[in-house]
């Protein structure tokens, strides 16, 4: 019997076999561009070194973008580059050219891959459709140049603005199968087996426990239709809660649009399938209300082996509302009345529909907010991200610059805020690293 290794690594989980690995789960950073500063200049002609300002506005940095692949199946790549940063904006340039725009990153994903925020676990996104794409951060907006500043006063602003800067976020994606039909149960009660007789998939399939390290997609050709079937890891009791292989890869089931419920109706691996039976739904149950509501077929399968007889006879006294379909997955014996049976149910079902999105917003400096306090001095403190802002862009030995910062202090309200909090003529006020005497 091979041997197989499940582990933990961080925040990604991956099952490794035979030097394949899977991974459904990973934690990455990603970050937009940052803006480039816009230019400080002047047109200068030959015998005449200053002609007035030329300077541009510097490039907009680069977004990032999630989009969904069908051609991904899963987040292996994720597990080699971790680091995704869209480019930063160019300087501007002199005669009012304006920077470069940063290059764009273009997360691929595979379709149905949920996009979390790895600190609070919201769901910022579900990616559902092939080529679907969305903006996940907007990059930094580029600084104005100085040509920007002048006015009917100003004809000779000799400063310019900085580009907005961007934060680094850490987010999660979760892999979650896009498939109309579930196939649950224990291991080695012939999952593999029936998928690989119904449909065109080739998964592993042999006689011992966890032959399935991952999940197995199939497409079903029925008539002149299709559906895909999902088969996965088999559950174990106390799944839900952890155990086994099933309790990582139950995620994958959960778009599914019905569950079939596969027994070793046999008991061939000397377990009860009506004892099977209740575990398993139990372990649906526990892990997602909406999963065990799922509509249910239960494909009661190796009927050929001996005592299967008995215990169908047995299983349908005892649920008889149950809608059961004896197969032998081995010989294809019952397929074509399973096939049938699922069809029917899913005409009556609707599609399977995306998962909402929470209410989230990346949290990225506000330049309007701002606080005042008065600390142990008595000097009278502005902080905030308007003051970041403006830190950024004075230039403190420059009178056209400090006419700048100060006037944008009142239009922003500083000045009525310093004069709610008691400020006084005379009195220290200190905005980031500029520190001055209040004048009313």
């Known amino acids: 019997m091979r ?134 951060l907007e990059g930094g907006r580029g600084g104005k140049g100085n040509v920007r500043f002048t006015t009917a006063r100003r004809h000779a602003p000799n400063f310019a603005q900085k580009g907005a800067k961007t934060s680094p976020h ?121 999963l065990a509501a799922l509509p249910q077929l239960v494909v009661a399968n190796k009927c050929d082996c001996a005592g299967a007889a008995e215990n169908l006879a047995r299983f349908e006294n005892a649920y008889p509302a149950a809608k059961v379909l004896p197969v032998t997955a081995l010989s294809g014996e019952g397929t074509k009345a399973l096939l049938d049976a699922v069809w029917a149910l899913l005409e009556t079902l609707p599609p399977a529909e995306k998962i909402p999105s929470d209410e989230f917003a990346f949290e990225e400096a506000d330049n309007t907010q701002f606080e005042v306090f008065k600390d142990e001095n008595g000097a009278f403190v502005v902080v905030g991200g308007l003051v970041d802002m403006l830190c950024r862009n004075v230039v403190l030995n420059n009178p056209d610059s400090m006419a700048y910062f100060q006037r944008t202090l009142k239009n922003r309200g500083v000045f009525k805020a310093l004069e709610k909090a008691g400020c006084a003529a005379g009195d220290t006020v200190v905005v980031g690293d500029v520190e001055f005497d209040y004048i009313v």
């Open 170 to 290: 850490a987010i999660v994606l979760e892999m979650k199968v896009i498939a109309d039909v579930g196939l649950v149960g224990f291991p080695n009660v012939g999952k593999s087996t029936l998928l690989s007789r119904i449909s065109a998939a080739k998964p592993k399939i042999a006689d011992y426990h966890f032959t399935t390290l991952s999940p197995n997609l199939g497409v079903v050709q029925y008539y002149e239709n299709s559906f895909v079937v999902a088969d996965i890891p088999g559950l174990i009791e106390g799944a839900a809660q952890g155990a086994g292989l099933g309790h990582d890869f139950l995620r994958h089931i959960e778009r599914t649009r019905m569950i079939c419920h596969v027994l070793d109706i046999a008991g061939t691996e000397g377990r009860d399938p009506l004892d099977d039976y209740e575990k398993i739904n139990a372990e649906l149950a526990a892990y997602s209300e909406k």
């Open 3 to 136: 041997k197989s290794v499940a582990f933990f690594c961080k925040n990604w989980y991956t099952l490794a076999m035979d030097n394949k690995v899977f991974t459904d789960k990973v934690k990455i950073t990603v970050k937009a561009g940052d803006g480039g500063d816009g230019m400080n200049s002047f047109k200068a002609y030959k015998g005449k070194p200053a002609c007035g300002p030329d300077g541009g506005d510097g490039g907009d940095g680069g977004s990032v973008y999630i989009v969904a692949d069908e051609n991904m199946h899963d987040l292996l790549a994720f597990r080699y580059i971790s680091k995704y940063f869209a480019g930063n904006g160019e300087r501007g340039g002199t005669n009012k050219c304006f920077g470069k725009h940063g290059a764009d990153v273009v997360i691929k994903v595979p379709c149905g891959t949920l996009v979390r925020d790895a600190e609070s676990g919201k769901i910022i996104c579900d990616v559902y459709d092939h080529g679907e794409k969305l903006c996940l």
